[in-house]
């Protein structure tokens, strides 16, 4: 029943005729921001990448948790280029290991809210963290631009970093070489671009960032999503999220 609610969905989405113009609000209290740091040359990873696609049919999806899987390039040496890796995501993970005081940088390695987090590999249903209020962040998106206003319940420091990511979804990929050689491995959540704006500081306390442009992209799926998250610049974990399903990518871009 979840599968046909959520294919009829994407159906009636991609199908129909909207203005290109798209609005991503998310509540009060904080969506949780999910990161699968993953990698095709890594043969422990295609489970964890299975797990973060099963997400797509849980209807809290955007409202209440973004999922997002960032394919880093360290494994690209065993015998597989991972099309997806970018070096600017194993350097992510990187930080967040000298900013949490981390062991080791490995995949598959989920962070939630930015703290290492491993007992998803338990969960057969996403159990979230405990609401706290964080704030409103509210964005558009139009003729391939980003307009974002950040309303924080706290006081934060004067420097904010809006992230702007777009992700993939219905990806497959035949292995030939590496680890995985012989499978055929499929992805959801994918961030193929990723890219960050500083906010700036209204007078009335809000966060903002104008016309900001979205990242380049390394494939152009058909079905793609928008991902936006708030950290304070010294700190790569997430303030607020929000999100959603982008109707016609050809039309932002």
């Known amino acids: 029943m979840k599968q046909s609610l959520y294919a009829s969905t994407l159906l009636f989405l991609f199908t129909c005729s909207f203005a290109s113009a798209q609005t991503f609000v998310s509540e009060d209290h904080r969506v949780n921001l999910i990161e699968l740091y993953t990698s095709e040359g890594c043969s422990s990873c295609p489970p964890a990448d299975k ?46 290991a000298r900013e949490q005081n981390l062991s080791s940088v490995y995949t598959p390695g989920m962070l939630l809210n930015g703290g290492e987090w491993t007992s998803w590999r338990r969960q057969s249903k996403l159990k979230l963290a405990p609401n706290i209020m964080t704030g409103k962040l509210s964005v558009e998106l139009n003729d391939g631009a980003v307009d974002a206003v950040y309303q924080s319940t706290n006081k934060q420091p004067s420097e904010l970093i809006l992230n702007i990511a777009v992700l993939g979804f219905d990806l497959n990929v035949d292995i030939t070489a590496g680890e995985n050689n012989g499978k055929t491995l499929s992805h959801d959540f994918v961030v193929l671009g990723l890219q960050r704006v500083a906010m700036t500081l209204s007078n009335d306390g809000h966060y903002t960032v104008s016309s900001a442009d979205l990242p380049k992209l390394s494939v152009h799926p058909s079905i793609t999503a928008l991902s936006t998250w708030v950290n304070d610049e010294g700190d790569l974990s997430p303030l607020q999220a929000t999100g959603g399903w982008i109707i016609e990518l050809e039309k932002a871009l």
Do not use: C, T
């Open 51 to 96: 797990w973060l696609g099963k997400l797509k049919q849980d209807p809290r999806l955007w409202s209440e948790f973004i999922p997002m899987a960032l394919h880093v390039d360290y494994w690209d040496y065993i015998g597989w280029k991972d099309p997806f890796a970018n070096p600017l995501f194993g350097a992510r993970q990187r930080q967040y």
